[in-house]
């Protein structure tokens, strides 16, 4: 089965209005952006709590890198290009351990757009993980109609 057969299943069988993506980050690709660009790096692709807490783990890395994937899920989840979206606009929350999307400015807009609805606010789902000894952090995003719009 091709990768494309595969994916169009997939896809076919979701409720209408969900939108997936998912990435894949290797954890030293991005041990080695933060040793080489610094803080420069992180203001721009992070939040500043997404910083706090992520330089406050055992191994910050594996935290950013979770993150970072997280935000390049949230761009396929779109089904057009997102010019203009910033990563910080995309934050990872966690809430009593629970890991949530909070979308703020441009990342709000596109994730409308991929709704079909201009007003309201679409509901998210988010699921993160890393291994150290494979070096891979991987994350899953929905973007889906919120229960005050309709039901996915």
């Given at each position: 089965m091709t990768a494309s057969a595969f994916d169009s299943r997939f896809l076919d069988s979701l409720p209408p209005g969900v939108h997936l993506g998912t990435d894949v980050v290797s954890i030293s690709r991005i041990q080695k952006l933060i040793e080489e660009f610094g803080d420069s790096f992180l203001s721009r692709a992070f939040t500043r709590a997404e910083r706090e807490y992520s330089s406050s783990q055992g191994h910050p890395a594996e935290h950013y890198a979770s993150r970072w994937a997280a935000k390049e899920a949230f761009f396929k989840t779109c089904s057009e290009p997102t010019p203009g979206v910033p990563f910080d606009s995309i934050e990872v929350r966690k809430d009593e351990g629970i890991p949530s999307l909070c979308l703020s400015g441009p990342a709000a807009t596109a994730a409308r757009r991929i709704i079909g609805h201009t007003d309201g606010e679409p509901?998210?789902?988010?699921?993160?993980?890393?291994?150290?000894?494979s070096d891979h952090a991987i994350a899953v995003v929905a973007i889906f109609e919120s229960s005050t719009n309709s039901s996915p």
């Open positions: 509901a998210t789902a988010i699921s993160l993980s890393h291994d150290r000894k």
